[in-house]
């Protein structure tokens, strides 16, 4: 990845930083500096950039992650090939017996805290898939909850109704149990929650 201007405003996503695959490295000159060729960056760079290593080509990654709700199945899907390029690539089963996964952002408010926001409106997969860096960086946290199926069938078993996170950013939902047979209510479900913070301090803005 390469950063328009000090490694402060890069280590901050304030520069115009941009991902880009190196394709050859020139010979040391008499300083010992060597010329790297690159292609990818949607943006110029100056002799002022900073490059940092982001590892091998196919080490960067875009992932999605949902529910196939006819399998009940949790898949993830990468949206990057292996040359940072929009690629539409087969989803990947992660976990069976997985009915729900729902999230929230944790968005910076500005004073040390954040603010949780339900996935919609500016924040909607489609937002945030096609955001720019200072919009991303402003996710601090995110808030994942899911609804897992036991495998056994119980047809004594009426509706669930699930519940995760908390007013007013609640979700809740009910799984119907027809009767006599047995239908998607009828087994034990139990949902979870957990929180996971997406940049430690270095890498939060620096201001």
Partial sequence: MCCAGSLRNCLAMAG??????????????????????????????????????LGPKDSGQRVAYDVDVVKNVLRSTALWNDNGAPGANAPNPIAPNIVNMKLLYG????????????PTGAWSAASVHAASISTLNKIRAVRIGI???????????GDYT??????????????????????????RYRVYETMIPLRNPIWNPIS
Avoid: M
């Avoid at 609804?147 to 078993?157: A, I, M, N, S, W």
């Fill in 147 to 157: 609804v897992v199926r036991g495998e056994q069938c119980d047809k004594t078993l």
């Fill in 162 to 187: 699930w519940t995760l996170f908390e007013a007013p950013v609640q979700a809740t939902g009910t799984i119907p149990a027809p009767a006599p047979a047995c239908g998607i209510g009828n087994y």
């Fill in 107 to 118: 968005i910076d408010n500005g004073g040390g805290g954040v603010i949780w926001t339900q």
């Fill in 16 to 53: 115009n930083c941009a991902a880009s695959r190196v394709t050859a490295v020139g010979a040391p000159d008499v300083n010992g500096v060597v010329t790297l060729t690159h292609t990818g960056a949607p943006v110029s760079f100056t002799s002022d950039a900073v490059l940092l290593n």
